[in-house]
């Protein structure tokens, strides 16, 4: 006897994808500058710009999901399993 476990839909929409590349890229590179800190006071900086897009991916993802890209969005289709 199986009983599938239903999926809840959360995280698989382009707002929510959109938003997580954007603070992954942000995480990553604000850490590689940070790591490059010690050779060039640039660095630095670009730790504090880098960092930035962690909010700034946030607030993307939240106006992509108000435009209808997110889960139960008009604008979002699902794949069919």
């Given at each position: 006897?199986?009983?599938?476990?239903?999926d809840?839909?959360?995280?698989?929409?382009?707002?929510?994808?959109?938003?997580?590349?954007?603070?992954?890229?942000g995480?990553?590179?604000?850490?590689?500058?940070?790591?490059?800190?010690?050779?060039?006071?640039?660095?630095?900086?670009?730790?504090?710009?880098?960092?930035?897009?962690?909010?700034?991916?946030?607030?993307?993802?939240?106006?992509l999901?108000?435009?209808?890209?997110?889960?139960?969005?008009?604008?979002?289709?699902?794949?069919?399993?």
């Amino acid at each position: 006897m199986t009983n599938p476990i239903a999926d809840p839909g959360h995280g698989h929409s382009p707002a929510a994808w959109t938003a997580v590349i954007i603070m992954l890229a942000g995480f990553t590179l604000a850490t590689l500058a940070f790591c490059l800190a010690e050779f060039s006071p640039v660095w630095i900086t670009l730790i504090y710009v880098f960092a930035a897009l962690i909010p700034i991916g946030a607030i993307v993802g939240w106006a992509l999901a108000r435009a209808g890209y997110g889960v139960k969005g008009p604008k979002y289709s699902p794949k069919a399993h």
